[in-house]
């Protein structure tokens, strides 16, 4: 993974969405879109359930979170 990579993952975390995670790092939704699904095509597992409401970590993202703090 890379340094940007962990650094999405974290703002996705924090914010509970895409778009959340866009402004908060002042970059476009598409882009924070790409690079989770590089990172989560590189790990080969889904790291957060897609659901109405937003972005929910799955457990194997929670059991990073520590790592990636």
Request: net charge positive.
């Amino acid at each position: 993974m890379r340094l940007r990579h962990i650094e999405i993952i974290h703002a996705i975390m924090a914010s509970g969405s895409i778009s959340g995670a866009a402004r908060r790092l002042n970059v476009s939704q598409p882009n924070i879109s790409r690079v989770l699904a590089h990172a989560e095509q590189q790990l080969g597992f889904a790291l957060f359930d897609r659901r109405p409401s937003g972005l929910q970590p799955t457990s194997r993202a929670q059991r990073m979170m520590p790592e990636i703090d």
